[in-house]
């Protein structure tokens, strides 16, 4: 007869235990141990036999603990004693405090109890002592197994080493603080963005623009200028591998002193997949993403604009002073020709008359002789008008550099300059002196306005936009005004309205139109606009030959 053998009572808690808590696994077990411990007992329908699940346990790499209520050690598997260095004869009967360091806090184990004791399951990390005393780092899943009477009978623990894990964590952290500390001491702005312009990584210059534009996104901003200067999307561009280096850009800071410059470059950077996929395979089309570095160069632009505008200011100068002589000679010529008409007629009338009227005939056309010699020196005396070819312009430059000029007169007069440009502009192609001359006119009229307001505030805003195909441009004053009813008449020659009319000869305006419509575009006085007088122009990128 064959003898049974009497059941290993170490073998008996395991299979007993087991078999409870898959029977029902308590709240909070996470899935994963529930699936793979039922995959060590078979699946469902086909369990294995009580010894191979047993085996399956020992087996398992993960250091599988059971314990009585008060965890005192009852069984534990081969992963425990590979992972602990205890052999599993030094374990059973002992608590498992023996794996305990004075590494974790308090307050973690009594959370760990309190959660087992309530039936729930427990996960965490502890630090653990090894029997030859390293510590390594345990992730630790504790559960509860109850008996019929729903009474705690077991607890089942499995843990596992994340030492390395938490090392490379560690390490990834301590690299990536390392970059961010580089990378905010660099006196650059860098931003890391992905392909869809989300912002992965930036530093300390990139927060501090993004606080002077008031929130609003440098990256963005930096974005339109860029490709305003080379054409399509830039950034697009790069994420297609085509990089750009040094672009020089402007852009407006709100209230800022100034546009501020800087030099662009981009650079394609691929990321890898990370994944476990990826592991024998190369990526088939890597994450592009875009590294940019914008470095500010606004010192060194403001000392280009100043000997710019020192020389413009000589040429400004030089150009009144060709436009005085012009009108100086202009008025001669006319002078002498209206005698010299006169001249003429009256010889015309005493020729062939009778006594000495062809004497007085002849020392008429003497005089008108040397008349006509004078006209035509006169006349080659006049200086030529330049022609001037069209180059692409930025407007806000220009009127920045018309506002610097006129800085003098605003001070003097008590005017507060209120400039609000757009923070890009796209750049039309354009007559810069002639543009110059007209955004100096509007300013020289808004001061004027404002002066004969006699109002104790003045202000002078400016305003540009960009608009479909073009540029608006406002200049706005709180003076005296154009009333409704002169709304039009102030762009015909020689409409004077001032009350001061020295100097003027009521051409400002009717020239100003001139120039804004051979740049495309129209001039309007706002009706809607009470306070004072704006004026509204538009330019846009066709422009006639000047
Ligand atoms: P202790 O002074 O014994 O306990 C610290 C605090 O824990 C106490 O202040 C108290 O709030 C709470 N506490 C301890 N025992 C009980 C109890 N019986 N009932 C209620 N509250 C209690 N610990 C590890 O360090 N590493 C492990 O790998 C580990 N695995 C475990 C696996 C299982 C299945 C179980 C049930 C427990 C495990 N523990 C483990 C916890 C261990 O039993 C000890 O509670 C812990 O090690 C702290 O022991 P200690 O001697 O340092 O402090």
């Excluded at 180059?391 to 000029?405: A, G, K």
């Amino acid at each position: 007869m064959p003898v049974r053998e009497a059941p290993d009572p170490v073998h008996q808690v395991v299979m007993n235990a087991l078999g409870a808590f898959l029977a029902s696994p308590p709240d909070g077990t996470p899935i994963e141990v529930v699936e793979a411990l039922t995959l060590m007992g078979g699946n469902g329908s086909d369990p294995l036999p009580p010894r191979l699940f047993f085996e399956a346990v020992e087996q398992s790499p993960v250091a599988i603990s059971i314990t009585d209520p008060r965890a005192t050690i009852l069984y534990a598997n081969r992963a425990f004693e590979t992972l602990t260095g205890y052999d599993r004869q030094e374990v059973l009967g002992q608590n498992e405090a023996i794996l305990s360091s004075n590494a974790t806090p308090d307050s973690v184990y009594q959370h760990l109890w309190r959660t087992i004791q309530s039936k729930e399951t427990w996960t965490g990390t502890l630090v653990n002592r090894t029997k030859q005393g390293g510590d390594y780092l345990a992730e630790l899943i504790i559960s509860p197994v109850l008996d019929r009477d729903g009474d705690l009978q077991y607890f089942l623990g499995m843990h596992r080493d994340v030492t390395k894990v938490h090392e490379l964590e560690g390490a990834l952290r301590q690299q990536k603080a390392r970059i961010e500390t580089v990378l905010d001491a660099a006196p650059v702005i860098v931003v890391l963005l992905d392909s869809k312009g989300r912002i992965i990584l930036d530093n300390q210059e990139y927060k501090k623009l993004l606080g002077d534009l008031r929130g609003k996104e440098p990256a963005e901003v930096l974005r339109a200028a860029v490709s305003e200067q080379i054409g399509g999307d830039a950034f697009d561009a790069c994420l297609n591998g085509c990089g750009f280096k040094d672009v020089e850009v402007s852009i407006e800071i709100p209230g800022g002193m100034g546009p501020r410059w800087f030099a662009c470059s981009g650079t394609p950077v691929e990321e890898t997949d990370a994944s476990a996929r990826s592991y024998f395979r190369r990526q088939a089309s890597p994450d592009r993403r875009l590294l940019l570095l914008a470095n500010e160069v606004t010192g060194r632009r403001r000392e280009i604009d100043r000997a710019h505008l020192e020389h413009l200011r000589a040429r400004l100068a030089e150009q009144q002073l060709m436009h005085g002589m012009r009108e100086a000679l202009a008025a001669a010529i006319y002078q002498i020709q209206v005698p010299l008409n006169v001249i003429n007629a009256a010889a015309t009338m005493l020729r062939g008359g009778a006594g000495n009227a062809d004497t007085l005939a002849g020392m008429l056309d003497h005089i008108s002789t040397s008349g006509e010699k004078a006209l035509a020196t006169l006349t080659s005396a006049l200086p030529e008008e330049q022609r001037e070819a069209g180059v692409m312009v930025n407007v806000n430059e220009l009127l920045r550099q018309v506002l610097e000029l006129e800085t003098d007169r605003l001070l003097a007069a008590g005017i507060v300059v209120d400039w609000r440009p757009a923070h890009v502009l796209p750049e039309l192609p354009g007559h810069k002196t002639q543009l110059r001359a007209l955004f100096k006119h509007l300013i020289d009229n808004a001061i004027q306005s404002l002066c004969e307001s006699g109002r104790a505030h003045r202000e002078l805003r400016l305003t540009t936009r960009p608009v479909d195909g073009g540029v608006e441009v406002e200049i706005e004053d709180n003076g005296v005004g154009i009333p409704p009813e002169d709304r039009y008449r102030v762009f015909e020659p020689f409409s004077i309205g001032w009350r001061n009319r020295r100097g003027r000869a009521g051409m400002g305006l009717a020239l100003s139109q001139e120039i804004v419509n051979a740049h495309g575009g129209g001039i309007e006085v706002d009706p809607g606009f009470s306070d004072g007088c704006r004026i509204r122009l538009s330019l846009t990128a066709v422009i006639a030959d000047v």
